[in-house]
C-alpha cells in the first residue's frame, strides 16, 4: 500500500513529535537519552511534527539522511526560514555512530565536530561512541525542533511525472511486513545519506572456497568473538589498525594485510590537516571522480598506542595476499620480505571502506562519464534541484557542517527565492531574528 505523505497528520492530543499514517498513534520513549520509536507497524517515526499542522503535498525541500551533515543541512534550512521534511532511515538518532562497535570510545574516534549552534558536551572519553554521538544527536533534534521521520528508507528519486518541476521521493516507512509505501513531492532535495549502509567488498580469487568466516568492519561487534583464532584484517585506513589492537590480546594472532604502505604522520589530526584533506577530495568530485574518502589523504597519526602497535608487530604491514584458499590466504614468491607464502587463517576481516549511498538518485542521472557527481559546492551539476552532503569532501565531520550552510544557499537558489514565495504547504515557518 502507498499513501501520499499530505497524509501523516498529528494526533491533537499527542506532543509536538507524535504522528501517524493511518489510525496509530506513535509516541516517543526515551531509552539512556535517546528517542526511540516503538511500534512502526503503520507509523512513519518520531520528530515530524510540531507546529504548522498536517503536511502540504507539495514541499519546498526534502532532507534524505540526519547524520551530521543531514541535521547541519536542516538547522541551516531552518534559520533561512523553511521547514525542511527530514527522512531517516536509522531506528534512532545518532546516524552511523549508533552503528558503531561498543568497543568503540569517544577518545579513539577520528574526531566527532560540534553540529552548528551547538556544541559537543565535553564528556568522559571512555564513553561509547554509539552512546555519547546519538544523544547528542537527538537533544539537536530537539533543540532546534528539526522535523525527522524515522524509520524511512527512501527507495528512489525521480522526476515527478505529473510537474517537471518537482521531483518525485518514494519511500519506505517503517520494517517488516506493515511497512508501507509513501511518496513526497519536493522543489529541491538535499541527499544526506552517507556511506555506512554501502560496505566495500573487494573480490580477490578463491573468496568463496574460504571455510572460515569472512566479516565487514560494518558488521564488527566485539573482539572477543574472535579469542583463539587467527585474523587476517585487510585494510589501510584508521578502522584497521584501530580493530587489529582491540583484536591481538584475544586471537590466537593477527596478519595484517594493505594494497599500499601505511602513511604514519607525526602530527596530531587538526582542523588544518581535515581541511587540506578536504580539499584534495574536492579536487576529484569537481573533475566528476568518485570521491576517495577523506580519512585516506590525513594518514595515521603516530598515536603512543600505535607506536606500540608498531614495536610489538601487531601493526607490522604485510602486501596484499594473491588468492584465499580454504583455510587462508596465500601470496606470490618473493611478495614477503621474509618468504612467507601462506597464512593459515579462521577469520578474513574486511575493513575496506565504504561507498557513497547515492543508488536511489539513479533515475535522476547525476554522474559524469567518470563515473562521479559533478558538483557546484553542494549542488549537482547535473539538476540543481539536487544538493549532495555526506558525499566526497562533505564525507566526514570536518566538511559536514560547512556543506549544510553550502546546501541550504543551493536549495534557496533552485527556488529562485528568499523565503515565503509560493504555495508549499507547511515548507515555510517564520524565525526569529
Avoid at 531509552?31 to 507497524?41: A, L, P
Avoid at 541551516?76 to 561498543?102: K, M, N, T
Avoid at 585474523?231 to 594494497?259: D, E, K
Avoid at 595515521?300 to 604485510?318: N, T
Wanted: with cysteine; charged share 20%; proline share 8%.
Amino acid at each position: 500500500m502507498e499513501v501520499a505523505i499530505g497524509s501523516i497528520t498529528p494526533l491533537m492530543s499527542c506532543s509536538a513529535h507524535c504522528w501517524v499514517v493511518g489510525k496509530v498513534r506513535l509516541d516517543p520513549v526515551v531509552e539512556g537519552g535517546v528517542s526511540s520509536v516503538t511500534d512502526v507497524r503503520e507509523t512513519v517515526g518520531t520528530g515530524a511534527g510540531g507546529a504548522g499542522g498536517p503536511w502540504g503535498a507539495v514541499r519546498d525541500v526534502v532532507v534524505v539522511g540526519a547524520g551530521q551533515a543531514g541535521l547541519s543541512a536542516a538547522y541551516h534550512l531552518r534559520r533561512a526560514g523553511l521547514d525542511p521534511l527530514v527522512l531517516d532511515g536509522g531506528r534512532g538518532p545518532g546516524g552511523a555512530w549508533q552503528e558503531r562497535w561498543d568497543s568503540l570510545t569517544m577518545a579513539e574516534t577520528h574526531g566527532v565536530h560540534d553540529l552548528p549552534g551547538v556544541p559537543l558536551p565535553a564528556g568522559d572519553p571512555a564513553e561509547r561512541a554509539n552512546v555519547a554521538v546519538p544523544r547528542y544527536y537527538a537533544a539537536y533534534e530537539r533543540e532546534n525542533d528539526l522535523r525527522v521521520v524515522r524509520p524511512v528508507a527512501v527507495d528512489d528519486v525521480s522526476q515527478d511525472p505529473d510537474d517537471p518541476a518537482l521531483l518525485r521521493v518514494r519511500a519506505t516507512a517503517g520494517t517488516g511486513p506493515d511497512a508501507r509505501g509513501l511518496t513526497v513531492r519536493t522543489r529541491t532535495l538535499v541527499n544526506a545519506t552517507g556511506t555506512w549502509t554501502r560496505p566495500f567488498w573487494p573480490r580477490y580469487p578463491g573468496m568463496e572456497a574460504f571455510r572460515g568466516r569472512q566479516l565487514h568492519t560494518h558488521d564488527f561487534r566485539s573482539a572477543e568473538d574472535f579469542a583463539g583464532q587467527h585474523v587476517v584484517v585487510v585494510g589501510g585506513g584508521a578502522s584497521a589498525t584501530q580493530l587489529l589492537l582491540q583484536i591481538a590480546p584475544h586471537a590466537s594472532g593477527t596478519t595484517w594485510v594493505t594494497r599500499r604502505e601505511p602513511v604514519w604522520v607525526e602530527e596530531e589530526f587538526s582542523p588544518e590537516l581535515g581541511r587540506a584533506a578536504v580539499a584534495r577530495v574536492a579536487e576529484r568530485t569537481s573533475a566528476g571522480l568518485p570521491p576517495g574518502s577523506v580519512v585516506s589523504v590525513t594518514g595515521l597519526p603516530l598515536s603512543p598506542r600505535y607506536r606500540a602497535g608498531i614495536a610489538s608487530g601487531v601493526l607490522r604491514r604485510r602486501p596484499m595476499f594473491d588468492r584465499v584458499t580454504a583455510s587462508g590466504v596465500e601470496w606470490a614468491p618473493g611478495a614477503n620480505d621474509d618468504g612467507l607464502l601462506f597464512q593459515p587463517a579462521d577469520v578474513i576481516l574486511w575493513a575496506t571502506g565504504f561507498r557513497a549511498a547515492l543508488d536511489h538518485l539513479a533515475p535522476l542521472g547525476l554522474r559524469a562519464p567518470g563515473g562521479g557527481i559533478v558538483l557546484d559546492g553542494t549542488t549537482a551539476a547535473r539538476d540543481p534541484r539536487v544538493q549532495l552532503v555526506g558525499y566526497g569532501p562533505s564525507a566526514s565531520t570536518i566538511g559536514a557542517n560547512r556543506a549544510g550552510r553550502e546546501a541550504a544557499r543551493g536549495v534557496l537558489r533552485a527556488l529562485g527565492t528568499s523565503p515565503g514565495r509560493g504555495d508549499a504547504a507547511g515548507s515555510r515557518r517564520p524565525v526569529a531574528a
